[in-house]
């Protein structure tokens, strides 16, 4: 069972190594990966709508998550998100997964999914994405850095924003996103 745990974990890191390089990104945005992810004292300036009760909750991990946002083509409307597909880089080193769900996986084997309580539109939405405040809905895998991970904050993004105006199916595109992602657990 643990051969085949690490040898999956291997397979994901290619993976998402592979993507990484083909997509630029980390090439693209060269001081993502020393960027400062914000934590507790940060947190009360972001919207309320994304705001995590920090007399409740305390910081335990942040990463920079560089990958892509991919979308699909409903032909005569707008592309839709499909999922996100990301590597979360700790001091520039990959530590941990991003990926539909949406799910976090970090490669000391703990695992966290979670759905959104809350949004706000980033400084330029024309550009980024939005920034998000994600609520646990399971952990999973060994104790680890996500084992008990309650919330989850998506901020400072860059690109990912879906393609405007209709287009024509099947047509898949992945657009090239960074954001700090914040983890918190109870205090």
């Known amino acids: 069972m643990k051969r ?3 040898a999956g974990l291997a397979a994901v890191v290619a993976a998402t ?3 990484l390089t083909a997509s630029g990104a980390a090439a693209a945005t060269p001081d993502v990966a020393t960027a400062r992810v914000p934590g507790a004292s940060a947190n009360s300036k972001l919207p309320a709508a994304i705001q995590v009760d920090e007399t409740q ?3 335990v991990a942040s990463f920079v998550g560089i990958g892509k946002q991919v979308y699909d083509c409903n032909t005569g409307g707008p592309f839709t998100f499909r999922e996100p597909v990301a590597g979360l880089l700790s001091r520039g080193v ?3 997964i991003h990926g539909k769900g949406p799910f976090w996986a970090s ?3 703990s695992r966290v999914e979670a759905s959104g309580v809350g949004n706000a539109p980033s400084p330029d939405p ?3 994405v939005a920034w998000l405040k994600l609520a646990s809905t399971s952990t999973a895998g060994v104790a680890g850095v996500f084992s008990n991970v ?3 904050q998506r901020l400072d993004t860059r690109g990912g924003v879906a393609p405007t105006g209709t287009c024509t199916a099947p047509k898949t595109v992945a657009v090239d996103y960074t954001a700090n ?3 918190w657990a109870k205090k």
Do not use: P
């Open 4 to 6: 085949r745990f690490v």
């Open 17 to 19: 190594a592979a993507i």
């Open 57 to 59: 909750n305390k910081v």
């Open 94 to 96: 990959q530590a941990a």
């Open 107 to 109: 490669f000391d084997g």
């Open 126 to 128: 024309a550009r980024n």
């Open 150 to 152: 309650t919330f989850v």
């Open 181 to 183: 992602y914040v983890f």
